[in-house]
């Protein structure tokens, strides 16, 4: 549905990339998400063709090979794939925040190595950072690197991770002093190629996010090269997981946008379409106020994406403002797939509707990257830090 929104427009060369996306999304992406959705089967020849658009390069600076869009592009581009399939965003989404981990941080040894193999899809993964036992609390992970020589050896477990099974390549957070205080000064984040000693045990079921592999990584004895410290010195890791998760909330906050906007495009159609006691429902009174509250909620959300995605372009700490985008979409989202399920009736029920995927994809929004708990107290934190009395 057309919400336009100005404020943000792109420029001719991200337009004519945006351009090409949605014709891909229309010609090779919607004709098969229903299929894939419910056969819960990886999208294989549409990350080829993903490959072929640069998505896997989206936001890697082009003198790596990347297309070097700014963050509020890259939001457009992820609104639009989830308004048609969510978890397709997923697939290239902490692709690139492990990306980001290495342009951020990265030696410039490691930009040249990996940047470039990121950028073109030919290695692709994502960030593993969550362990059975830790989540919210990441200075409470287990996983510990031991250095030996000009190695370090990784054991430990990680849980949840995205391209668990796809992808070759994560940016791994782990220990390096588990005795230090504060504790996050004894974290590392490694750039780890799967090989001998990382495994991946099984593929995790989920209510929705199909297609794309959850999975847990475990780690034996995994050897790792010194040279793939994330800048080459320790105690650097919390800062590279926080530093990603800033583009990783905007990326969830336009996930969010695109259900939430998906959720009120099938009940604008609908409502039109569907008559009871002689009128299309969309003159019932009670369907309007629904249509109303999900178009504001889809404005807002993208007003609020936009808004965090400018200040990230323009190199500012944007954790507030990420945190706001990302809480307020991803609850539009579980909103608005709630109110089309009830204006669809029975037919938001059927498997035979995009609907009951949209309900069971929004949920995923309010918890990755970050819960919505942890959000209100980042927002909270930054209100009273960036308002001192
Ligand atoms: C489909 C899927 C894909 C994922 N992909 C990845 C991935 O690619 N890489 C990765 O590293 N992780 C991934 N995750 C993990 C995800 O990031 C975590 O699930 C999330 O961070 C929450 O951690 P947790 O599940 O351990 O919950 P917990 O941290 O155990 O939290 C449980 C509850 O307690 C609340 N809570 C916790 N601490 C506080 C506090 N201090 N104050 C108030 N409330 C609090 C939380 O908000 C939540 O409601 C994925 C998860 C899912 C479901």
């Known amino acids: 549905m057309q919400t336009t929104d100005q404020t943000a427009a792109p420029d001719d060369m991200d337009a004519m990339i945006l351009e090409s996306i949605e014709k891909w999304l229309e010609r090779d992406v919607r004709p098969h ?40 592009t890259y939001a457009r581009i992820v609104e639009k794939i989830s308004e048609t399939w969510m978890s397709l965003s997923g697939i290239f989404n902490s692709h690139l925040i492990m990306a980001a981990c290495v342009t951020r941080m ?12 990121f950028a073109s899809g030919d290695l692709r993964g994502g960030l593993a950072l969550t362990e059975p036992d830790a989540g919210t609390d990441l200075q409470a992970i287990r996983t510990r690197a031991v250095r030996d020589g000009d190695d370090y050896v990784i054991d430990g477990a990680k849980t949840w991770i995205s391209n668990g099974i796809h992808g070759q390549c994560f940016a791994l957070l782990v220990k390096t002093d588990p005795e230090a205080e504060p504790r996050h000064k004894g974290m590392s984040m490694f750039i780890a190629e799967k090989g001998p000693g990382f495994g991946v045990s099984k593929k995790l079921e989920k209510l929705g996010y199909k297609g794309i592999d959850s999975a847990e990584l475990i780690f034996e004895g995994y050897r790792i090269g010194a040279d793939k410290l994330i800048g080459g010195v320790e105690g650097k890791g919390m800062q590279a997981a926080l530093g990603g998760l800033e583009l ?21 159609k609908y409502a039109q379409i569907r008559k009871t006691f002689g009128k299309p429902i969309c003159q019932h009174q009670a369907i309007q106020l629904k249509l109303g509250e ?67 994809d929004a949920p995923l929004m309010c918890i990755g990257e970050g819960t919505n708990e942890i959000q209100r107290m980042i927002i909270a934190k930054q209100l009273v830090e960036r308002n001192p009395v």
């Open 33 to 72: 998400v229903m299929d894939l959705e419910h056969a819960d089967e990886y999208p294989q020849a549409m990350v080829e063709q993903m490959k072929e658009l640069g998505l896997f390069g989206a936001t890697i600076p082009q003198e790596y090979g990347g297309l070097g869009l700014s963050a509020t």
């Open 106 to 117: 990265g030696t410039p040894e490691q930009k040249a190595h990996f940047l470039p193999r």
């Open 248 to 268: 990783g909330r905007i990326n969830i906050a336009a996930r969010g946008c695109g259900i939430a906007a998906a959720a009120l495009n099938e009940s604008v």
């Open 294 to 360: 999900m178009a504001t909620k889809v404005q807002a959300a993208r007003l609020l994406t936009y808004d965090a995605a400018r200040a990230y372009d323009s190199g500012q700490r944007c954790d507030m403002e990420a945190g706001m985008a990302k809480y307020f979409a991803s609850e539009a989202a579980m909103e608005n797939s709630l109110e089309a399920m009830r204006i669809h009736g029975g037919y938001g029920y059927s498997k035979e509707y995009p609907i009951e995927r949209f309900f069971r």
